[in-house]
RNA sequence: GUCCCGUUCGUCUAGUGGUUUAGGACACCGCCCUUUCACGGCGGCAACACCGGUUCAAAUCCGGUACGGGAUGCCA
């Protein structure tokens, strides 16, 4: 069979985890089955829908590299083929039109809460010879009252419900425009999916969806209903968990295939593996593999796999992701942090840490001092970093180089390396924390760091 | 209220009736490495929601309870 997927995002916000994991599953089936991987924006509901969340919604997708196979569909463009459908399932007596208003509305679901019993409209029983001309109407299904209907789902198995509880859904609105109920069941079929993967809050609507499906003779495709994705307290993902949307993440230094990785291993697993690449993600993926509990995003999780992805960088990727966030002074700064990456990225989450934290690489000649570095600058100390300067003068400027010439200082002075390292470091980086100081010093070259100490070892 | 779904360390999960003293990863704690912070290495803490049943044997199968989630919209 030919696999055909989609993913169907209504676009009332950006592109949210929850989302973009859908979407990621999607592909991720479509691909393992050499099928196709849809798009389609839900925009039946016109007065939510804006233009800036489909761009936002495109936008994420592209980072993510979950771009549609082709131009997205919008389901709006399609109402009048809804419509035509709503009116075959009159006409087959599958669906007849409901002209009860807002007030009788609400008693009958006061009365079916009190009693028990799904709300049923008295119009499903009347002919078209009732019809109240002129005045306004909605078309609902027409839903079985008695037997059951069982639907086999890829991921919750054997799902059966009473046909009973179903109820008469809308899906023509009073003003003629169809519901979502009605447009996703016609658009999926006139799209070919075949596979309807999507979050389990629409397990239920299945059930009703698939009356559309059987009125019209349709064959239904295979369901897959995945659990949502949940904030830390197990509660549905909110504002008040953090960020939500994709594009936050971004933001935030994580790398698109860090957040591919995380966001394919919640609710999915392939044994004991924690970081999958996309080609091996491509090659193992299976509908069966996916859990069936929520599960809770985790960001120290989502740091880890970005350190793991962070550290497997060439330099050269690197420095360009970090180069967007500040501005170098110089050639000799570029190649500075290009020296120090390697040892950079090993102590990195996110490449925003490494480009906060290599204000000394950048700027030539004097440095901001931090104040808690401040404190190891006493005059003791600068006395000794003053010798030091001096005991560096015919130093071979490499590792070896300078750590010859600073082990045997600190012979000749009696001292260790920890007596001099802390404020070696606060005079040359400004900073209380940074990799080892000799590397900086080798990144700094002889004259950059000769004038740092001078500078930083002034006695007031 | 009714219907549907779920429940293994704090978190993500492995586990598909005996291979399990329930494994891995993140987080946390300790030790080592070390000029600092990290990284890395080693070790530790820590879970089958509960109650019954089936079976020689159950985290795994069945039933119930509790808790959580979802649906019950002229939202999607």
């Known amino acids: 069979m030919n696999v055909v997927t989609r993913f169907a995002p209504s676009p009332t916000g950006y592109l949210h985890i929850g989302g973009a994991r859908t979407a990621l599953f999607n592909w991720l089936f479509a691909r393992h089955h050499a099928g196709t991987y849809l798009l389609r924006i839900e925009d039946t509901d016109k007065a939510r829908s804006t233009d800036d969340a489909i761009a936002a919604i495109y936008d994420g997708l592209q980072w993510l590299g979950l771009a549609g196979d082709q131009p997205a569909v919008s389901q709006s463009a399609q109402s009048a083929r809804h419509v035509e459908v709503a009116n075959a399932l009159v006409a087959a007596g599958a669906a007849y039109q409901c002209f009860l208003s807002a007030e009788e509305l609400t008693s009958i679901r006061e009365a079916s809460k009190n009693s028990g019993d799904t709300v049923r409209s008295p119009w499903r029983d009347r002919g078209p010879s009732e019809a109240q001309l002129g005045k306004s109407f909605v078309v609902r299904m027409k839903m079985p009252s008695d037997g059951s209907t069982t639907i086999k789902d890829a991921v919750q198995g054997n799902v059966t419900v009473q046909n009973k509880v179903l109820d008469d859904m809308v899906i023509l609105r009073a003003d003629g425009t169809p519901t979502y109920m009605l447009a996703v069941v016609v658009d999926d079929h006139d799209m070919g999916i075949t596979h309807v993967i999507r979050g389990d809050d629409h397990l239920n609507n299945a059930f009703r969806q698939y009356m559309v499906y059987k009125s019209m003779g349709w064959q239904e495709p295979v369901f897959a209903h995945i659990p949502l994705i949940h904030g830390s307290d197990g509660t549905k993902l909110s504002k008040r968990h953090g960020a939500l949307s994709v594009g936050a993440y971004r933001d935030m230094g994580f790398l698109s295939d860090a957040m591919f990785s995380y966001l394919l291993r919640l609710g999915w697993s392939s044994g004991d593996k924690d970081i999958i690449s996309r080609d091996n993600a491509v090659r193992l993926f299976d509908l069966d593999r996916i859990g069936k509990s929520p599960a809770r995003f985790d960001n120290d999780k989502l740091r880890d796999i970005n350190a793991n992805y962070i550290k497997q960088m060439d330099s050269h990727s690197l420095f360009e992701l970090i180069a967007k966030h500040f501005t170098a002074s110089s050639d000799a700064a570029q190649q500075r942090i290009l020296y120090m990456l390697p040892l950079l990225k090993e102590r990195a989450k996110t490449h925003l840490d490494i480009a906060e934290s290599v204000s000394y690489l950048i700027v030539d000649g004097p440095i901001d001092m931090d ?89 007031l």
């Open 371 to 459: 104040a808690d570095a401040a404190v190891l600058l006493t005059n003791e100390t600068k006395d000794i970093l003053l010798d030091l300067n001096k005991a560096l003068t015919f130093a071979k400027w490499d590792l070896e180089g300078l750590k010859v010439v600073i082990n045997t200082f600190l012979e000749e002075k009696d001292l260790k390396m920890r007596d001099i390292g802390l404020p070696l470091r606060a005079a040359i980086t400004g900073k209380k924390q940074s990799p080892s100081i000799i590397e900086i010093m080798v990144a700094l070259g002889r004259s950059e760091t000769n004038t740092r100490l001078q500078m930083a070892c002034k006695l």
